[in-house]
């Protein structure tokens, strides 16, 4: 089945700097990767989804690439904030049931 | 537009019981589908429902059951609850066939603790 690993398992940056997570999948007919945010006491929340057939995306401050050849995909988040600040869990699809990684726990640092 | 809501928020249970967890949908999502959260394993896939019937299923037991109703809502139940069954138990929903990977919205989830 699929299994997804996903680095760095903490990541520390400063305000403004760019912070980048990246994960790997093993299945290559996997062909939709979402990126979640999770806050303490909250759910995942959906910041940006990315599909096979497109190599990259972008929504302000947030980009995913995708490699499929690679079976790479990796989150970019430009100008970071201290509200940035989070556990991220990538994820890979094939029939709808998501694969996440174990999560990348962002801080912030003002 | 109102999210995904789980009830109950947190529940507390003893070893060797059942427990069922509520989960109502965005309005107009179709599809349901249920995950585990613990520190250990992650978020891991138990279930996913579409139009009142199990399309997918995870590697869980089968004390682990679920089902959808005709207005999308959905229950997960667990019987002979173990300790390691403590977990966040999340539900999430999209809006139409799960094989075509629409996105899937969580809830704040249901905290369960077993005792």
């Known amino acids: 089945g699929e299994n997804v690993e996903q680095h760095p398992s903490t990541l520390s940056v400063q305000e403004g700097d760019s912070a980048v997570i990246k994960c790997t999948y093993s299945d290559s007919a996997s062909n939709y990767f979402p990126w979640y945010k999770q806050e303490l006491g909250k759910g995942p929340q959906l910041i940006i989804d990315i599909r096979s057939n497109v190599g990259e995306k972008k929504d302000q401050r947030i980009a995913v690439t995708l490699n499929k050849t690679a079976k790479h995909f990796s989150l970019h988040i430009t100008e970071t904030q201290p509200e940035d600040s989070a556990v991220y869990f990538c994820a890979a699809s094939t029939l709808g049931n998501l694969i996440f990684g174990k999560g990348t726990k962002l801080s912030v640092k003002p | 537009k109102a999210g995904v809501t789980q009830t109950p928020r947190y529940l507390i249970k003893t070893r060797g019981q059942q427990v069922t967890l509520s989960c109502s949908p965005i309005s107009g999502h179709r599809s349901v589908s249920w995950y585990q959260q613990t520190p250990g394993q992650g978020l891991q896939f138990l279930f996913e429902y579409f139009s009142e019937t199990q399309r997918n299923k995870g590697n869980f037991p089968g004390r682990f059951s679920g089902r959808q109703f005709s207005n999308s809502r959905s229950e997960m139940n667990v019987s002979t609850l173990e300790l390691g069954d403590s977990a966040l138990y999340l539900c999430?929903?999209?809006?139409?066939?799960?094989?075509?990977?629409?996105?899937?919205?969580f809830g704040d989830g249901t905290r369960l603790s077993i005792l």
């Open positions: 999430a929903s999209s809006l139409g066939d799960p094989n075509s990977n629409q996105p899937q919205h």
